[in-house]
């Protein structure tokens, strides 16, 4: 007989859990910062639409996570993912940050990472079915 229960949690337990696990792991490496830095851009055409956005963060370790990068189909093959990639690598750099990873679907943008010198370090299968999401990183 269990004499416990699982139910969905509250925000306030979330951030309850999310601390603990950021206290053990501030017991086991030492941080090099406090707050996640966020690193987020957007290209914006003389209309001010959006034509292209990248959103990131340094985290723990001054390690930079490419969260999302998006351009808009009409504007695409025009180095725009290129240059957003650019400027948060170097905006990394500058902050400290040495290494960079994100990760991708088989029907993105895997190929463009590789050729930005991003490397494949693993593989998730059937994510979604019949689909393959890779993980890259880079050494900045």
């Known amino acids: 007989m269990n004499t416990y229960a699982i139910v969905a949690s509250t925000d306030e337990e979330r951030d309850y859990i999310d601390n603990k696990l950021v206290e053990f792991n501030r017991s086991q490496v030492s941080f090099t910062q406090d707050k996640n830095i966020v690193l987020n851009y957007v290209i914006k055409n003389k209309h001010d639409k959006i034509m292209a956005g990248v959103l990131s963060y340094l985290y723990c370790w001054k390690i930079l996570h490419v969260d999302i990068l998006f351009v808009a189909e009409q504007y695409r093959h025009q180095?725009?993912?290129?240059?957003?990639?650019?400027?948060?690598?170097?905006?990394?750099?500058?902050?400290?940050?040495?290494?960079?990873?994100?990760?991708?679907?088989?029907?993105?943008?895997?190929?463009?990472?590789?050729?930005?010198?991003?490397?494949?370090?693993?593989?998730?299968?059937?994510?979604?079915?019949?689909?393959?999401?890779?993980?890259?990183?880079?050494?900045?």
Do not use: N, W
Not at 91 to 97: M, R
């Open 79 to 140: 180095g725009l993912g290129r240059q957003l990639l650019s400027k948060v690598e170097e905006e990394a750099k500058i902050l400290g940050a040495t290494l960079v990873h994100l990760d991708t679907f088989d029907f993105q943008a895997k190929d463009f990472y590789i050729k930005m010198d991003y490397q494949i370090f693993g593989v998730l299968d059937d994510c979604p079915p019949d689909h393959k999401r890779y993980y890259l990183r880079k050494v900045l």
